[in-house]
Every structure is written in C-alpha cells, then in structure tokens.
C-alpha cells in the first residue's frame, strides 16, 4: 500500500531522489538519496508477488552519465526508507540510454536499456537486457538482445521536439496461457518492420528472455505513409492483453499529435487501435528544459475494469497530464 516516486535533482542536490506515502498520496515524505550520480531518468519496479524471491522489494534502475554510461540499480526493503548502494549492472561497450524494468510472476526482475553509439548522433543500435532469478543478487545480462533503429533526435515538424526510442518493458503475470511472456516495445525507423517513418515496434520473449521475436510493427496505418508514431509506453492488463500507447499524427497535420491506444489479446499477433484523447495538440519544446523537451512522460496501467493511460499535451495552452479512462468491458476482446 505505499506508494513511491523517483525523480531526478539538480544541482546542489544532483542524482536521483525517492519519496514515499502511505496515505494514498496525501502527504509524502522528505527526499531520500537513491544515488548521486548525474544520471538520465529513472525507473522502479516493486516485486508483488507473494511468496517469491524478494517479494516486496523495489528496484531502481538509471543509466550513470560517466563512462562507459552503465545501468545502474538500487533496491529497498522498506518501502523507500533506505534503499541499498548502487551497483552497476553492466558494462556496454560504447554506451546506454534509457532503462526500463518489470518484474515476473516469479518475483523474477527485468531490465531492458538502449544500446547507444558513443558519437553523435548517439544511435540507439540494440537493446540490452538482465535479469535476475534471486531478487536481484545475481544477473544475468546481455547487452545486444535484439537490434534496434531508435528514432534519437529530432522532429522538424513538430517544433524540433527531441525524442528517442527507448525500449519499454512488461511482463504477463496472468494465470492465462502467455503468463510469463516478456514484451518490450520501441519507437524505430529505417529497420524492418519500421518503415521510413517513425513506428512503434514490439519484441516478445516466450522464455524468459533467453531469446527473442522478430520485430512486430504495432502501429497499422500504411508503411512509409510519412507519419509519426512515438514514444511508447506498454502494460498488460489483468486480463493478459498487451496496451500499447503512443503519439500518433495519423490523423493530423505533421505539426500537430493525439493519443493512440494499440490493444492485442494474442500475445501481439494482431492488435486494434483507438485515437483516445479526444483532441489533437501541438508540440513544442517545455521552456527551461534542455534543448527540445515536449517531456517524455507517457504510460499506461489497469485496475480490475479500466485501463489508465496518461499522457502530456498542451492543448489548454501549458503542458499538463492528462488521462482517458476506457473500460475493459467497452474496448472488448478484439
């Protein structure tokens, strides 16, 4: 019932900083280091499965700007009070970006991270990941699972918004017949199944990640139509369907984004998708930020009947999150 949040912090107070609450978000506690590095953003992922290696713990994982810019991880066993000296997780040959973590129905932790070229433009080549069968004493990892054309840089005609591909990772912990499938999904181009065109791509593991899907295109308006489809975000819901959500301007001019919402309830064979923001915006970097920002932010998760995305725009004129509710029952089993 506690609910914890990551966030970087500058200087004087660099790195990345935990809160908690346990009060459903009323009130929240003073900042806790997690670690001091300088450091991209970071994820957390707690272990909810009764009765399995580390069950309750919560991990944290962020990319270390020093060489050879590793995946960093901290753990905590009460609830963000303390959290464990950091450990890097591995060692990249050039470099990475992004991190992104699930845990399985075995309390098993996973991780996934961009492969980077350590020279401009910094192109995300691969995906890496780890895991861990112990709750996180031991890992195993792989920097190169897969291969990747992350769309890093800019978007001309959305303001030179920065964006990038990063992969995002979930996990089936149903008692259905794909529990235990790992999915991570990435923005690409220029690599198949991506066309030249930005694309949301979707990989899957059936054996705990040991090896991996040919690419999957989720987006299914026609390839190399010259729209843009970006930023990913993924989540299975209770009923084992794989949501996957993103901005799209399918339906725009290039300037201007909605929301889309891709649903598969086979494993990602197929998937049917819903414009659900109800409003179009246009993009433009978040004065005070670093060069570009529209702000990455975008994510999605469930209760027993609804899915919860929630996204950034700007259509009132400031950027502020926003969220349609969709109930399961509605959205069906398509």
């Given at each position: 019932g506690t609910f914890i949040l990551a966030r970087m912090g500058r200087a004087p107070f660099t790195g990345l900083y935990s809160h908690y609450s346990t009060d459903n978000g009323l009130t929240w506690s003073s900042q806790k280091a997690i670690s001091t590095d300088d450091l991209e953003r970071a994820a957390l992922a707690a272990n909810t499965q009764p009765g399995t290696p580390g069950y309750g713990r919560v991990t944290a994982g962020w990319v270390k700007f020093a060489w050879p810019f590793p995946m960093m991880i901290a753990q905590t066993d009460d609830g963000a009070k303390s959290w464990s000296e950091p450990r890097q997780l591995n060692n990249p040959s050039q470099r990475c970006a992004g991190g992104d973590i699930a845990v399985g129905p075995g309390g098993e932790i996973y991780i996934c991270w961009a492969g980077v070229t350590d020279q401009t433009p910094f192109k995300e080549v691969h995906a890496g990941f780890a895991l861990s069968l112990n709750g996180g004493a031991d890992w195993t990892v792989t920097e190169n699972a897969?291969?990747?054309?992350?769309?890093?840089?800019i978007?001309?005609?959305k303001a030179n918004i920065r964006v990038n591909g990063l992969p995002d990772v979930a996990v089936d912990v149903t008692e259905g017949p794909r529990r235990g499938w790992i999915y991570i999904v990435t923005g690409e181009k220029d690599l198949a199944p991506a066309?030249?065109?930005p694309d949301i791509v979707l990989h899957r593991s059936t054996d705990g990640g040991q090896t991996w899907s040919e690419g999957i295109r989720v987006n299914r308006d026609p390839l190399n139509?010259?729209?843009?489809?970006?930023?990913?975000?993924?989540?299975?819901?209770?009923t084992g369907a794989v949501n996957i959500l993103f901005y799209d301007d399918?339906?725009?001019t290039a300037d201007s984004a909605s929301v889309f919402l891709a649903r598969s309830t086979d494993g990602?064979?197929?998937f049917t998708e819903f414009e659900i923001s109800g409003h179009r915006f246009k993009p433009v970097p978040i004065g005070g930020l670093g060069q570009g920002y529209q702000g990455d932010n975008i994510d999605l998760t469930s209760t027993a009947d609804k899915l919860w995305p929630v996204?950034?725009?700007?259509?009132?004129?400031?950027?502020?999150v926003w969220t349609s509710p969709l109930r399961l029952s509605e959205i069906g089993n398509t």
């Open positions: 897969f291969a990747m054309n992350g769309i890093t840089g978007l001309p005609g066309g030249s065109d139509n010259g729209k843009t489809q970006y930023f990913p975000a993924i989540h299975i819901d209770g399918r339906n725009t990602g064979d197929t996204w950034m725009d700007n259509s009132t004129g400031v950027y502020q």
